[in-house]
């Protein structure tokens, strides 16, 4: 392990999260529940992104860059929706948000997330 590294929720694939240097860096996060439709897949989302980045020390408003995948360009504005209630006025990240072959047919979204963790703050 290099030194300062520290992984979470390591599994044989990969690992949940990663920080170094004060960075956070998520792996793609994606519902447990794929009978929903793209509000609530991406409700699911969001919220497992706020437990990792609490669990780092940090939360949404220190997030870096989001990288948004969705399986259909048309579930752009109703996952947009959800995004705009959970991300706070002036507080929007850096964001790509693209269309992708998903890894399970059930998938409709998934984010990867970087976040700052602030020092003293």
Known sequence: MTQ?????HVGDRLSEMAVFNNTVYLAGQVADDLT???QGQTVQVLA?????LI???TDKAHILMAQI???DLADFEGMNAVWDDWV????APPR????AALAKPGYRIEIVVTAAIVVGA
């Open 55 to 57: 669990e780092a020390g």
């Open 48 to 52: 497992m992104i706020d437990k990792l």
């Open 36 to 38: 929903q439709d793209i």
């Open 96 to 99: 790509a948000t693209v269309q």
């Open 69 to 71: 995948f969705l399986a």
């Open 88 to 91: 706070a006025w002036g507080d």
């Open 4 to 8: 300062g590294l520290k992984r979470f």
